[in-house]
DNA sequence: CCTCGCGTTATTGTATACAAAACGCGCCCG
DNA sequence: CGGGCGCGTTTTGTATACAATAACGCGAGG
């Protein structure tokens, strides 16, 4: 989008992942015009991808709150996306290009660096991980799955979680890209599904483990 | 949404599945203020929505055009639809209550009515599918599986070629809604998910049939 | 003491005017 | 003759003012 709408969003998701917003507090728009530093009207525009994106919600009225994940809401966020992951390596296993697989080949070998370093890079892993998934979507050819799947990637809870990851889970992770990388260039999408499967449920559970096996916080 | 967008909203959607503006055809918000009776404000907005749903695509630099489904878009359409469908039966089949159920006998007599009159109310049986199938999204307690079903079963090619359908058709769909149920109250995942992969598959079909093996229309 | 209604204030929705950007066309120069 | 460049026009983006609507508090009546 354009400048200004583009800068409200940005500042506005920042603004709620950063914790600054609290989940379920009111949010105007006006007061995200002033931490914009645009008017409202790029501000309404912002507003609208991140409700989209389910990191705002409106009450019946209207009015415009921080969203608050249950941890229903959490694990059917895991479910939904591991569905459509699943989908996506099924379909990226039959359409793949050789040039793709040398990118996710190139993009895993980042990742593990991201790791190695003397202390693990989290912030490049992620950045790895994201293009990497990105890669097999665009190999399944389907701009609509796409569509659906950046908007439970880009989900809050997933880059909130992410520092909760030990090297061993880091580490995992690449193996499992390494596994699906041979799925894909074995061009066996039950391999690929399968692989995907086990390699985001794991994602789960870690993410569960983290958060304990009830609500996450609260406080009067 | 609010009275002006909402309008705008319905006026502008209703312009484009009613075939005035062609596929491809560029639209400017002017012009869509002015259909609709509203400011640029709530078109925009409305535009917003619609772009959402596919009806309407952005140009590389934001011009509006009436969106052209291919028909690879459309069978991917058809794709996700039934993964998703076929989820949410299997999730509604371990989660949907007696009054649920109920509500599904009662929405299927209306589509078994809507049938038998003296000829086929294509309208009315629409709008019991929908209801339909919405019960049974809404007993799968998904709110993000419901929000995308909603994009992919309002899309256009679904609306419009439902007049292709012939009688048969509609009552063999009436049956695949009775089997639906069944597995409902038998509850029985596997049986559910069963059924709906092939009530859905078997539209797409009939669709296929009705549009012909190739692309549909093209004029210069 | 509770609650219902009303006026006040806060917040969102819409229109309009202006700014920025993109398209198209014709002209100039190679 | 062709291709790129400038300029008027069209179209989208942003700001601002105003309108409509919802929340809130306060006071009167039961």
Redesign the pocket.
């Known amino acids: ?8 969003y940005a500042k506005i998701r920042a603004h709620v992942l950063s914790g600054a917003a609290r989940a379920g507090e ?8 002033q931490i ?10 912002a ?1 609208r991808r991140l409700e989209d994106e389910l990191l705002l919600v ?7 709150f921080v969203a608050d994940w249950s941890r229903d809401d959490i694990e059917e966020m895991f479910a939904l996306r591991q569905m459509l992951e699943c989908h996506a390596a099924e379909r990226a296993a039959q359409r793949i290009n050789r040039a793709q697989i040398a990118a996710l080949e190139a993009i895993n070998r980042t990742l593990k660096d991201a790791i190695e370093l003397p202390a693990p890079d989290v912030a490049r892993f992620l950045e790895a991980n994201r293009g990497f998934h990105e890669v097999i979507v665009d190999a399944a050819h389907s701009p609509r799955l796409g569509q659906m799947l950046a908007k439970l990637v880009e989900a809050p809870v997933v880059l909130r979680t992410a520092r909760t990851y030990s090297p061993d889970d880091l580490r995992q992770s690449a193996r499992d890209h390494d596994e699906l990388i041979a799925s894909f260039a074995a061009r066996d999408p039950d391999w690929a599904r399968a692989v995907m499967g086990s390699h985001l449920r794991r994602a789960f559970h870690t993410f569960a483990k983290a958060v304990g096996p009830a609500a996450s916080d609260q406080e009067p």
Chains 1, 2 share one sequence.
């Open positions: 989008m354009s400048r200004a709408s583009e800068q409200a009111q949010l105007t728009e006006d007061q995200l015009a914009a530093g645009v008017s409202r009207t790029p501000v309404r525009e507003v409106r009450s019946d009225t209207k009015r415009l």
